[in-house]
């Protein structure tokens, strides 16, 4: 049973910071990409940094100098760091990895809420 368990979501004011994780956990044999998504009401779920299989960052460009995406391989975690929070940041967040186990598949998150509010 492949788990992603994420935290750190909440209520910010514009312009302040927020660090979401998301573990993997589950007889995982390696990770061939993680990152975040997030969808706001009514959109679609849209890429917002990922580590790639040869372990390039991705950012949205709506994200780049802001938010800041990072891991610990020897935890199959990833965090992303977000600064400078707008009003169009919030959505729901979720993490996606694809995963090796006998085979190769795709995981998502539950998804956590990030509300940037005054």
């Known amino acids: 049973q492949v788990q992603l368990v994420e935290s750190g979501g909440g209520l910010v004011q514009p312009g302040g910071s927020l660090r979401l994780s998301c573990a993997a956990s589950g007889s995982i044999i390696s990770i061939d990409s993680m990152g975040w998504y997030r969808q706001a009401p009514g959109k679609q779920r849209d890429l917002v940094a990922t580590?790639?299989?040869?372990?390039?960052?991705n950012y949205a460009d709506s994200v780049k100098g802001r938010f800041t995406i990072s891991r610990d391989i020897a935890k199959n975690t990833v965090y992303l760091q977000m600064n400078s929070l707008k009003p169009e940041d919030t959505a729901v967040y979720y993490c996606?990895?694809?995963?090796?186990?006998?085979?190769?598949?795709?995981?998502w998150g539950q998804g956590t809420q990030v509300t940037v509010s005054s």
């Open positions: 580590f790639t299989s040869d372990g390039r960052r």
């Open positions: 996606n990895a694809i995963l090796y186990l006998s085979y190769r598949a795709n995981y």
